[in-house]
């Protein structure tokens, strides 16, 4: 079974400070790998999404890498803003599959 | 599009009680999920309908939980009767597979509390 784990579970940094968000997963027979960010009360909104062929999606101030075969997968975030502060939660599917496994998120703020 | 639209946003009930949460997925999409998370398990996968169809229900707790998708543009969970520890937020997703990767959108989810 599938284990997928966050850590930190919670982090504090003041504003401008980059933002590095780990995440780990336990079976490397992954198909892909999704980070998701999750406002309070409001459902998740995807933000990058890393096949497993690939090593590394950008899109804006945001940055994840993928290394599949250690079980790891990187989200950083350059020139944090308040703006950022949120649960980020990454997500593997095990193949082409639907069946995402999530991590239980890190809880990100930043300070103005 | 307005994106996935659930209803309601909150709901409190009274043990024993039915409860009904209901989804419109974005139009378009083939495939809808319904998770549920709680502070304990986080994120789980409880049913996944393909097509309207249901294609894995493996992660239904309980004959107490079912739901139904009567056509592409609406779906229905319903937990009967109702169980304090089925309190948790229940998000509604969808997505448009046509093989490879799809980014699932999720609605806002409902908050469901049973006394």
């Known amino acids: 079974k599938q284990e997928v784990t966050q850590i930190p579970a919670a982090l504090s940094v003041p504003e401008g400070e980059n933002l590095v968000l780990n995440c780990s997963f336990t079976?490397?027979?992954?198909?892909?790998l999704q980070w998701f960010r999750q406002d309070p009360g409001k459902g998740l909104t995807s933000l990058l999404l890393?096949?497993?062929?690939?090593r590394e999606q950008t899109s804006g101030r945001l940055n994840a890498s993928l290394d599949k075969s250690s079980g790891r997968s990187t989200l950083y975030i350059a020139a944090s803003q308040p703006g950022d502060s949120a649960t980020y939660l990454c997500?593997?599917?095990?193949?082409?599959?639907?069946?995402?496994?999530f991590g239980a998120g890190t809880t990100v703020t930043v300070r103005a | 599009d307005a994106g996935v639209i659930q209803s309601p946003r909150h709901e409190v009930t009274e043990m024993g009680q039915e409860v009904t949460l209901r989804c419109k997925p974005i139009?378009?999409?083939?495939?809808l999920f319904w998770y549920r998370q709680t502070m304990m398990r986080g994120l789980e996968l409880l049913i996944y309908?393909?097509?309207?169809?249901?294609?894995?229900d493996s992660g239904m707790p309980e004959d107490r939980f079912s739901a139904k998708m009567p056509n592409a543009s609406f779906s229905t969970l319903k937990i009967q009767p109702s169980e304090p520890r089925d309190s948790a937020v229940y998000f509604c997703?969808?997505?448009?597979?046509?093989?490879?990767?799809?980014?699932?959108?999720f609605g806002p989810g409902t908050r469901l509390t049973v006394l």
């Open positions: 079976d490397s027979a992954i198909y892909n």
């Open positions: 890393i096949q497993s062929s690939q």
């Open positions: 997500a593997v599917s095990p193949s082409n599959d639907y069946k995402l496994s």
């Open positions: 139009s378009g999409h083939n495939s």
């Open positions: 997703a969808s997505s448009l597979r046509i093989g490879g990767a799809s980014v699932e959108y």
């Open positions: 309908f393909n097509n309207n169809v249901p294609i894995d």
